[in-house]
């Protein structure tokens, strides 16, 4: 199995312009969540997703930010307008739904200048 | 809700040496789950161990192994023999299905030879 992936691994982008972080979930696993690890704030929950409805979003820290996902092998979480505070380590994982442990992505480190 | 506290900061140990990582959690489920996650410089993150909260029996796993204290809601991990490869951020999480894992801030273990 190739894991959960994360696309892009880096992004560098500048104050004001959107940004979209992809992944993709191991194959058969039905929940899905994304943090964010800043030096400040550790490992944060931003959004987590069961067969593909968001369930809790509580974490998602501004309406700047969002989440989809439009089917079970893919989510995206965007960013419009970026700010230099939203500069973090961003993680996708997931897990089947009644399982205990979750399998992490390599993270998107993301850097808004 | 459940926390996570991990205490130490920091902490570093000689090479082939024993140390010890401290965790506390507060809970008020009794079917749930921990994990020592470790987080080297490339930042993926690796689980190291976990332990079923309704074992008594305390997990191990080659050089690690845990000190499960249920009643006073304490998971402190043990490397035993430690290695320049152990150096990295260990998390200390708590899962009880099917909400998210809950990290703590971490503990960044240095090696020295």
């Known amino acids: 199995d190739a894991g959960v992936i994360q696309s892009p691994r880096h992004e560098v982008t500048e104050m004001g312009q959107e940004v979209t972080l992809r992944c993709k979930p191991i194959?058969?696993?039905?929940?899905l969540f994304w943090y964010r690890q800043t030096m400040m704030r550790g490992l944060e929950l931003l959004i987590y997703?069961?067969?593909?409805?968001?369930?809790?979003d509580s974490g998602m820290p501004e309406d700047r930010f969002s989440a989809k996902m439009p089917n079970a092998s893919f989510s995206t979480l965007k960013i419009q307008p970026s700010e230099p505070r939203d500069s973090a380590v961003y993680f996708c994982?997931?897990?089947?739904?009644?399982?205990?442990?979750?399998?992490f992505g390599p993270g998107t480190r993301l850097t808004v200048t | 809700a459940q926390t996570v506290t991990q205490s130490q900061p920091e902490m570093s140990v000689q090479e082939a040496e024993t140390v010890t990582l401290s965790c506390t959690y507060d809970?008020?489920?009794?079917?749930?789950?921990l994990f020592w996650y470790k987080q080297p410089p490339s930042r993926q993150m690796i689980l190291v161990i976990r332990?079923?909260?309704?074992?008594?029996q305390n997990a191990t796993e080659n050089r690690f192994s845990v000190n499960f204290q249920k009643a006073a809601k304490s998971f402190s991990l043990k490397i035993s023999d430690s290695q320049l490869g152990d150096a990295a951020m260990y998390f200390c999480a708590y899962r009880s299905a099917p909400r998210p894992t809950r990290f703590g801030a971490g503990t960044r273990l240095t090696v020295k030879p």
């Open positions: 997703f069961n067969n593909n409805v968001p369930i809790d």
């Open positions: 809970t008020s489920e009794s079917d749930y789950y």
């Open positions: 194959s058969g696993h039905n929940s």
């Open positions: 332990q079923e909260a309704y074992k008594q």
């Open positions: 994982a997931s897990t089947f739904r009644g399982a205990y442990e979750q399998y």
